[in-house]
């Protein structure tokens, strides 16, 4: 009788799940070449003191 003895990680790894806890953390925004936002999260937008819908 052989018996496994694997070290299970308990980290998240579900690329998902990453980028999500790393939008939640950061605030970010996304420009064209342009200079024109493209995209913001709501922790940039409420650093700006504006909503994501206010954003151009």
Do not use: C, H
């Not at 694997?6 to 970010?28: C, G, H, N, P, Y």
């Amino acid at each position: 009788m052989q018996i496994s003895m694997q070290k299970k990680s308990t980290q998240v790894f579900e690329e998902d799940a990453v980028l999500a806890a790393i939008e939640r953390s950061l605030a970010m925004i996304q420009f064209d070449p342009d200079g024109k936002v493209l995209w913001a999260n709501e922790n940039f937008a409420k650093t700006m003191g504006y909503r994501v819908a206010d954003m151009p």
